[in-house]
């Protein structure tokens, strides 16, 4: 054989057109002719294998596109398929020498990837085995085409490494000499030294820590201070006008309860407290004060003329808190008695329930026994009616075989009279085509002849110059650059007065403030409650003691012992939870498990009846 023999085959498959026969276009190629008789048998055996075969051949090769050779040219498809036929049909019977033929082509890299890919044993068993079965017979594939390969797949992996020598220059590694242990050269450890006790560590003394306090002196002599901020100054005043409203709070309200606390960490920066009061709230006291004021001064105008003192209706307010709270705590007692009620008939009612659920449990078990057979008879319905349809498509099988060898014959002699028809369509396409080509030639030719002409579009541009348009205070872009400038200093002018301003303001307005809570501190100082007053605790103590010897909570603690005898009483079967609850689920679960393979078998047979329906349709329309 000859070695452009590779280069012939591939060209034949390139150029054939699928409106025509193979035979047809033998006969229209002058050199076919011209080849020995092995060389036309060689060539005819791999055109007509690879024109019958092309839909499991274009498994393959579709395959190799949209996996690994997505990189690849369309116009290698006819070498992909060559070399798929190749090694799926004609090496089972004339062995692997044949295989040879391809060193001829030039670029060995390409089949190297390809058979690389196709000689993949995971990609042979698992999807090409299923697309192959979607065309031909499960078993067809498996004994005709997959077997065959897999008993030549170390041969052709033989085949590949020779091929990746040849195109990558592999050599073989040289074998490195083993190491041999040596023994180490260790110097003998010296004797340990007796080491002499380390000295104790002594405690370190601490300083004591001054005490850093701020009056409100400092306080006025920070704000007069240009140096600190004004965001400093605020934080700094607000805090301690905060903590001395609220120590004085704390003094006139309550008494000091004695508790322990662990001393604040001292920062030296910042010894205040954090923020507590708003000048909203500043302002708020003042004005309570200042009402206080007023109501004291009427209270000793009231006294000078000789009225009564309001010790009488103090009295009158504490028994009326006494009475309120006595009706909360009967409640609060009256809810914790009806809970423990209802916990009693919760009991009695669990009872009924496990009754129920047993009767529950026996019903679901009737209800699988007959799930199961009804099950069974169907299976055996199904079966038959598989038997039936097989036996139909087997015997239509063999009508369209004796069909398709009729319709073979007729399509030759149709092809031979298209063949003249479509010579005579070629030729006057050809004339038609060649004309077209010469007007776009000129065409093009006039448009670059016309772009090559140089043209200055470029304008340059004078700042200090107007556009002359005829407005109205017409400005060049230098003196709009100017006077946008100016008026950017006007507006920051403006703007720093404006922040001066609100500046004064505010410190105007914390020394005010600073004047309001020295007289609030004033005061709350000079006067205080020294008489106490009865707690809010004190007298929820002395309502709920009255309470306990109500008549109505006496009554209900009754009926809750009566529900505790009637309890004893009734002999109902303690059911441990968690074990009812197991066997219910088995249950359920067992039904469910029945549900899902009589689904699954339904599926089954409707996917059976419609690939049986489409196989019979098939050969009904072929018939």
């Given at each position: 054989m000859s070695s452009d023999i590779v280069s012939i085959c591939l060209g034949l498959l390139d150029k054939y057109d699928t409106k025509f026969s193979p035979e047809a276009y033998l006969q229209r190629i002058e050199n076919f002719q011209s080849f020995g008789e092995l060389e036309k048998r060689f060539v005819l055996e791999i055109f007509y294998g690879c024109y019958d075969r092309k839909s499991i051949l274009d498994i393959v090769v579709n395959g190799y596109y949209s996996k690994d050779g997505k990189n690849c040219l369309q116009s290698d498809r006819s070498l992909y398929t060559f070399v798929a036929y190749m090694i799926?049909?004609?090496?089972?019977?004339?062995?692997?020498?044949?295989?040879?033929?391809?060193?001829?082509?030039?670029?060995?890299?390409?089949?190297?990837?390809?058979?690389?890919?196709f000689l993949n044993e995971k990609n042979l068993i698992t999807w090409l085995s299923d697309a192959w079965s979607t065309l031909l017979d499960k078993t067809f594939v498996e004994e005709n085409l997959l077997n065959p390969l897999l008993k030549l797949l170390p041969d052709l992996?033989?085949?590949?490494?020779?091929?990746?020598?040849?195109?990558?220059?592999?050599?073989?590694?040289?074998?490195?000499?083993?190491?041999?242990?040596?023994?180490?050269?260790?110097?003998?450890?010296?004797?340990?030294?007796?080491?002499?006790?380390?000295?104790?560590?002594?405690?370190?003394?601490?300083?004591?820590?001054?005490?850093?306090?701020?009056?409100?002196?400092?306080?006025?002599?920070?704000?007069?201070?240009?140096?600190?901020?004004?965001?400093?100054?605020?934080?700094?005043?607000?805090?301690?006008?905060?903590?001395?409203?609220?120590?004085?709070?704390?003094?006139?309200?309550?008494?000091?309860?004695?508790?322990?606390?662990?001393?604040?960490?001292?920062?030296?920066?910042?010894?205040?407290?954090?923020?507590?009061?708003?000048?909203a709230a500043v302002l708020k006291d003042e004005h309570l004060i200042k009402k206080q004021i007023d109501e004291m001064m009427k209270k000793f105008s009231y006294l000078e003329m000789g009225q009564g003192s309001p010790n009488e209706f103090l009295k009158w307010q504490t028994e009326m808190r006494l009475n309120d709270l006595k009706v909360e705590q009967e409640k609060i007692e009256m809810k914790k008695l009806l809970s423990k009620l209802t916990h009693e008939e919760a009991i009695l009612a669990k009872a009924n329930l496990v009754e129920n659920k047993k009767a529950q449990v026996k019903q679901i078990q009737h209800e699988n026994s007959l799930l199961k057979k009804e099950k069974e008879e169907k299976e055996k319905i199904e079966n038959e009616k598989v038997k039936n349809i097989v036996s139909t498509i087997l015997?239509?099988?063999?009508?369209?075989?004796?069909?398709?060898?009729?319709?073979?014959?007729?399509?030759?002699?149709?092809?031979?009279?298209?063949?003249?028809?479509?010579?005579?369509?070629?030729?006057?396409?050809?004339?038609?085509?060649?004309?077209?080509?010469?007007?776009?030639?000129?065409?093009?030719?006039?448009?670059?002849?016309?772009e090559s002409?140089?043209?200055?579009?470029?304008?340059?541009?004078?700042?200090?110059?107007?556009?002359?348009?005829?407005?109205?205070?017409?400005?060049?872009?230098?003196?709009?650059?100017?006077?946008?400038?100016?008026?950017?200093?006007?507006n920051e002018e403006y703007y720093q007065k404006k922040h001066d301003e609100i500046i004064k303001i505010k410190i105007d307005k914390e020394e005010n403030l600073i004047e309001k809570l020295n007289f609030i501190n004033k005061y709350r100082n000079e006067i205080g409650n020294n008489e106490k007053k009865e707690t809010f605790e004190d007298l929820k103590t002395k309502a709920k003691e009255e309470v306990k010897n109500s008549d109505s909570l006496a009554k209900l603690k009754k009926k809750i012992e009566e529900k505790r005898v009637e309890r004893s009483k009734v002999d109902f079967i303690t059911v441990n939870k968690k074990e009812s609850k197991k066997q219910i689920n088995i249950y359920a679960n067992q039904r469910k498990a029945l549900e899902k393979e009589r689904f699954k078998e339904l599926e089954k047979t409707h996917e059976r009846y419609r690939f049986l329906n489409l196989e019979s349709a098939r050969l009904t329309n072929i018939v």
């Open positions: 799926l049909y004609h090496i089972k019977y004339y062995g692997i020498e044949y295989l040879y033929i391809l060193s001829s082509y030039p670029n060995q890299e390409k089949i190297f990837k390809f058979l690389k890919y992996n033989l085949f590949l490494k020779e091929l990746e020598e040849g195109i990558y220059q592999v050599k073989p590694r040289p074998k490195q000499a083993p190491t041999q242990p040596r023994p180490f050269n260790i110097t003998q450890p010296k004797p340990r030294k007796v080491l002499l006790p380390e000295p104790l560590p002594e405690k370190e003394v601490f300083k004591p820590l001054k005490h850093v306090t701020k009056s409100a002196n400092s306080i006025a002599s920070l704000v007069k201070n240009p140096n600190v901020t004004y965001e400093k100054k605020s934080r700094i005043v607000k805090r301690t006008v905060s903590k001395s409203a609220n120590d004085r709070y704390q003094d006139h309200f309550e008494e000091p309860v004695p508790q322990f606390k662990a001393k604040p960490f001292l920062n030296k920066q910042n010894n205040l407290e954090p923020i507590k009061l708003n000048t015997q239509d099988e063999k009508k369209v075989k004796q069909i398709k060898e009729q319709v073979v014959e007729n399509k030759k002699l149709i092809a031979q009279q298209v063949i003249k028809e479509s010579e005579k369509y070629e030729a006057e396409a050809y004339k038609r085509v060649e004309e077209e080509m010469r007007k776009k030639i000129e065409l093009i030719q006039q448009i670059k002849a016309a002409i140089p043209i200055n579009r470029t304008k340059q541009v004078d700042l200090t110059q107007t556009q002359g348009y005829g407005f109205l205070n017409e400005m060049s872009i230098a003196e709009l650059t100017e006077r946008l400038q100016l008026a950017k200093q006007e």
